[in-house]
């Protein structure tokens, strides 16, 4: 990014260390943290100054970013590429009068007795879907699995790799089995080709029953005329709006049929109040106190200033352990863009590779990097202060599993940032990598929803100062297009045996040879 006075400020942040930094100002936390009545965000680990930020800010304002977070929520068409508002919000503000008659629907249908067509109840859910259509669901499904209701199965379908389908569906009677096709468009290949295969499995489980498909599919989406002609009835599908993007859907009702048929639909509307309270936060804090804006700011920092172009997401919490792969949709389908909101070229670093896992597993596998690799990555740490489980008191444990736990918590921050000397160089730390804690209280539906918010509003928030649209995903289109090219050869292969290679390179024709030889 163009910006002469962080330009000349990252060049002298870049002759300081964080042990320097901390030495000169050991309560520096104190400036550099936000803490709410939620959540506690700390980001004096961060290679910033309170001078750094201030000049973020003063980006951010520049970038017009009050007012675009404005426009988004005002329902501006802030999507132009697409002709579209970008309105998540509204699904949990409870003031829009369309989303909240289809979550009366969704209520009374999750409150419903549900019996399949042979009389059995209905115990299990299959959830056919890919990306924005699973990740945020089934990373909220994970993280709130201690409040499911028992004996009621959620499992999530999304790979076209048939293994995918029968592994989740193989110990699963079709009498009990409800499947919900979830799918904004209803095109999308991968899901209709499970779709497909589920419909086939069901009428063969059910013995051709007439109501096979009636009483065991629900759906999910926008586009009411192609659920009809796959044959779900439209009185058993959930509908949301185009102003609703795929990866920003996990408060429509593509999260509220699976979660609330899981987790009761009460549950579910509190995922909507955490989501809610951090959307007031994100439009109404000011910047030095908006956690989202404040965490997109140190990205973009990170990111066009210190160069450091990956970022690792590291929630000491078994239950957001599908938190980082939802957040590499929102992250990568957003912010991965080569133009700006006016079709120009960017001549800056957008977007960021995320990667992440739950601690402590990712300390046993991809940490020797984080200390000590020639990469540095930036890293993002969320802990709780209540588990969802404590396990106390249990011969052998000095201390509960949750303290265990959090003593790594709160251990690697320090070791990536302070590092540690040793005249061995392979066994020296050199530190000054850097990290933000969040602290919350407990992995509950409210933060659950507070998260991924926080989540989407920091992405939205980099793509407003970069000035790039984050609500368009014309990248997933190619690969797409190449896709139907191969299936019409495959088609024309199962039917005439005949390999047609016209028009590939070499090495396609190759694979493709080899693959159906
Ligand atoms: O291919 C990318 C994408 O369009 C995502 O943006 C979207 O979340 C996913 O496919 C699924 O789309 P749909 O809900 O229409 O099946």
């Known amino acids: 990014m163009n910006n002469q006075a962080l330009k000349k400020h990252v060049e002298q942040i870049k002759t300081i260390t964080l042990t320097q930094l901390f030495q000169d100002s050991p309560n520096r936390y104190k400036e550099l943290s936000v803490t709410t009545d939620q959540v506690y965000f700390d980001f004096s680990r961060q290679l910033v100054t309170p001078e750094t930020i201030k000049l973020l800010i003063q980006l951010a ?23 579209r508002s970008v309105l998540h919000v509204a699904l949990r503000s409870g003031q829009n009068k369309e989303v909240q008659a289809v979550l009366a629907r969704i209520e009374a249908f999750s409150k419903k007795d549900l019996i399949g067509a042979t009389g059995k109840k209905l115990k299990n859910i299959v959830a056919i879907g890919i990306g924005g259509s699973y990740l945020g669901p089934d990373y909220l499904a994970t993280a709130l699995r201690p409040f499911s209701k028992r004996g009621v199965t959620l499992r999530f379908v999304a790979n076209v ?11 699963l009677d079709p009498q009990e089995t409800l499947v919900i096709v979830i799918s904004k468009t209803f095109t999308t290949a991968e899901t209709m080709q499970n779709a497909n295969t589920a419909k086939a499995w069901m009428i063969k489980g059910l013995n051709n029953h007439p109501e096979a498909v009636k009483k065991h599919f629900i759906a999910v989406s926008t586009a009411r005329e192609e659920v009809q002609s796959f044959g779900i009835d439209p009185e058993n599908m959930f509908g949301f709006w185009d102003w609703v993007g795929g990866r920003f859907s996990a408060t ?5 049929v699976p979660l609330s048929l899981y987790l009761g639909f009460d549950n579910f509307q509190k ?6 309270w951090l959307d007031e936060h994100f439009r109404n804090e000011p910047f030095e106190k908006n956690i989202p804006v404040l965490s997109a700011l140190i990205d973009i920092w990170n990111i066009n ?31 991965g863009k080569l133009v700006d909101s006016d079709g120009k070229p960017v001549d800056f670093q957008t977007g960021e590779v995320v990667l992440g896992e739950a601690g402590t597993n990712g300390q046993h596998s991809f940490y020797q990097l984080l200390h000590q690799g020639t990469q540095i990555i930036p890293a993002d740490f969320i802990g709780f202060i209540k588990p969802q489980y404590e396990l106390k ?7 509960s599993h949750h303290e265990e736990l959090m003593t790594n918590f709160l251990a690697q921050p320090d070791a990536l940032a302070f590092g540690h000397q ?13 990290s933000s804690s969040l602290l919350l209280k407990e992995l509950t539906p409210f933060t659950a929803g507070l998260l991924l918010a926080w989540t989407e509003h920091r992405a939205a928030a980099k793509g407003f100062v970069w000035n790039i649209n984050s609500f368009d995903q014309f990248g997933v289109q190619l690969g797409k297009v190449l896709g139907k090219d191969h299936r019409r050869r495959m088609i ?17 024709a190759k694979l493709l040879t080899d693959f159906l030889s």
Not at 497 to 503: F, L, Q, R, V, Y
Request: cysteine-free; proline content about 5%.
């Open 61 to 83: 304002n520049e970038q017009k970013l009050k007012e675009k977070i404005a426009n988004m929520f005002a329902g501006e068409k802030i999507n132009k590429t697409e002709n």
């Open 161 to 171: 790799d048939g293994t995918d389908f029968v592994e989740k569906t193989a110990d």
């Open 252 to 256: 429509s009702a593509v999260g509220a």
């Open 271 to 276: 995922i909507l109040d955490g989501a809610n």
């Open 305 to 335: 200033f210190l160069g450091l172009k990956t970022r690792a997401l590291l929630p000491y919490s078994q239950g957001l352990s599908k938190l980082p792969a939802h957040t590499q949709q929102v992250e990568m389908e957003s912010n």
């Open 393 to 399: 008191n249990v011969p052998g444990n000095e201390i």
């Open 422 to 434: 040793d005249k061995d160089l392979a066994k020296n730390f050199p530190g000054n990598r850097p």
């Open 492 to 508: 024309e292969f199962n039917k005439t045996g005949k390999i047609n290679t016209d028009g590939l390179t070499p090495a396609t």
